[in-house]
């Protein structure tokens, strides 16, 4: 059965997917946003990544504006942050807070939201998504779109529609929240209860250093499994050397901290080689958020895939390779570039050409 009709579908409510929405329904587009959770945000709130990492060069010039800001002053709204204490422009803020003030985001400006929702495949004629098979607690539904994008954070809708896609490279890695009475009473004494809170980190970092285990594919069902239990045993072991009167462990992660699962190639691949190029269709701008000064265009043509003429995507997603992956994997760069998908989408459908 069909269940709605839209001008664009959204799949999957992470960061990326907040701003193509946003962007969209800005431009007056009858947009759908569709989660599998029930929780906005994706890994920024479900997976405790909470550092909104900086909009800047590291050089006091901000690069990143937009959306992108407008999600990085939200994150704090009704939450705690450390703004004022960072050299770059950035934060840390409470995921909880942040989860509220999406919710908030996305029902003022109109878009309608589906969660408990699961994508299943697109429906596709002659490279164009004619709407998506879902499957929650109504059954299985068709909601139709005159456009698409992919979201998911795994490419998962424009794999199935055919995009020749890439895999990555994944190590164990895993955050929560923790506390103990030391840091309690720390925020008791200074009156700020962001110190009562803490990132519980254990893992490889961001390019597998200090792996001690095999590397794990996101797009792999048991692979998932086992990446989550794992990094969950692993966080019993380090819980179990403390004293479980003094210490708590506050909350675990919703959803799996992959950080490279699957994008698609598109019409051009980002690549570190490109730091500091300049392209005629670049969407935007984004610093190196391991260092200061790098600096990198994107452009347009990462969005979208040879073939599908009425889909994009954003986020990690996005065709970029190598180091430029590292760098255009993180929330401020999901956020620009779901907004350029989302303007995308938008004068697509405007012009009557394709994307």
Known sequence: PIAGEYDLIVVGGGVAGVAAALAARRMGLQTLLVEKSVILGGLATLGHIVIYLPLCDGQGRQVIGGIAEELLQLSIKYGYDDLAKQKRYRTTFNAPAFVLALDELMVDAGVDLLFDTVFSRPVMDDGSC????????SGRQLYTCRTIIDTTGDADVMARAGAECVEGDNWL?????????????????????MQAVGLLRCGAGPAGQGAESRKYSGVDARDVTEFVLAGRRMAKEFVKKKDKKQYSLLALPGMAQ????????GFYELTSADVFARFEDSVGCVGDWRKAGPIYEIPYRTLIAPG?????????????????????R??????????????AAALALESGEDV
């Open 130 to 137: 004619q709407g998506i098979i879902v499957e929650n607690k």
């Open 173 to 193: 890695t895993f955050w929560g929240y923790h506390s103990d009475l030391d840091v309690m009473q720390k925020a008791v004494e200074t009156g700020d209860v």
């Open 258 to 265: 992959f950080r490279t699962t699957r994008r698609i190639t």
């Open 308 to 328: 599908l003429k009425n889909m994009l995507t954003a986020g990690r997603t996005i065709a970029a390779k190598d180091d430029a992956w590292e760098v255009t």
């Open 330 to 343: 993180v929330i401020p760069v999901a956020a620009l570039t779901g907004q350029a998908a989302g303007t």
